[in-house]
């Protein structure tokens, strides 16, 4: 059975840092893409960030490129996401997610492009 489940969600102030983090089980980590997906309030779930399988290509969305950073450690299973110089608008419930095939290539910013999903962890930035 495959789980996902991150940690790190709370509140911040705008100009701060939050770091969340994915832990995955029940799949061999370091054969498949992560992803990061937001979801805030009335909006459709966004693509943020992913991470090849091995690490060597990372993909942002444009509305976070330069403020966030995604990293994985395939020793602990184990996808990161560093968030800084927040704003209200990032505001939103951050999932994480991992692709259905192994050793794929692109730019994962599709969701119909991953098959087990975390149960998402809040990000609130107050003004």
């Known amino acids: 059975q495959v789980q996902l489940v991150e940690s790190g969600g709370g509140l911040v102030q705008a100009g701060g840092s939050l770091r969340v983090s994915c832990k995955v089980s029940?799949?061999?980590?370091?054969?498949?893409?992560m992803g990061w997906f937001r979801q805030a309030p009335g909006k459709e779930r966004a693509f943020i960030a992913a991470?090849?399988?091995?690490?060597?290509?990372?993909y942002y969305a444009d509305s976070v490129k330069g403020r966030f950073t995604i990293a994985r450690d395939n020793a602990k299973n184990t996808v990161y996401l560093q968030m800084n110089s927040l704003k209200p608008d990032d505001t939103a419930v951050y999932y994480c997610?991992?692709?259905?095939?192994?050793?794929?290539?692109?730019?994962?910013?599709?969701?119909?492009?991953?098959?087990?999903w975390g149960q998402g962890t809040q990000v609130t930035v107050s003004s």
């Open positions: 997610a991992t692709v259905s095939s192994l050793y794929s290539s692109g730019n994962y910013q599709e969701p119909s492009e991953y098959v087990y």
């Open positions: 991470i090849s399988w091995g690490g060597g290509g990372t």
């Open positions: 029940g799949r061999t980590f370091s054969k498949y893409a």
